[in-house]
Nanobody, 123 residues
Framework: VQLQASGGGLVQPGDSLRLSCEYS????????IGWFRQAPGKEREFVAH????????YYADDVRSRFTISRDNVDKEVYLQMNNLKPRDTAVYYC?????????????????WGQGTQVTVSS
């Protein structure tokens, strides 16, 4: 099983980025995908989650109005569209896969993790 996160970079406040998580070795009908992030000196935190079929999505309060998670089960990718980025969004962003249908906001729910992609928001 592999998850490969990409799309990070250095942007200015107010800019947008789209992260991608390409997964392999798992059947898309069996696994939901989540995005987490970890800022320097802080614990990793939940950002967004999308259900197996893509019908249900969940977001952390801080990003709900600015980020959108989606998935393409044909291309085996999950996307995180991030708009109106703020300096506090600076972190390493990780995608992860879980077969569970609850507790999607908890790290321990996810079995497989990608390597992370750095997002830096700075003027």
């Amino acid at each position: 099983v592999q998850l490969q996160a990409s799309g990070g970079g250095l942007v200015q406040p107010g800019d947008s980025l789209r992260l991608s998580c390409e997964y392999s070795g798992i059947y898309e009908d069996d696994y939901a995908i989540g995005w987490f992030r970890q800022a320097p000196g802080k614990e990793r935190e939940f950002v967004a989650h999308i259900s197996r079929g893509g019908t249900n999505t969940y977001y952390a309060d801080d990003v709900r109005s600015r980020f959108t998670i989606s998935r393409d089960n044909v291309d085996k990718e999950v996307y995180l569209q991030m708009n109106n980025l703020k300096p506090r969004d600076t972190a390493v962003y990780y995608c992860a896969a879980t077969s569970a249908s609850t507790r999607w906001h908890l790290e321990g729910t996810y079995k497989y993790w990608g390597q992370g992609t750095q997002v830096t928001v700075s003027s």
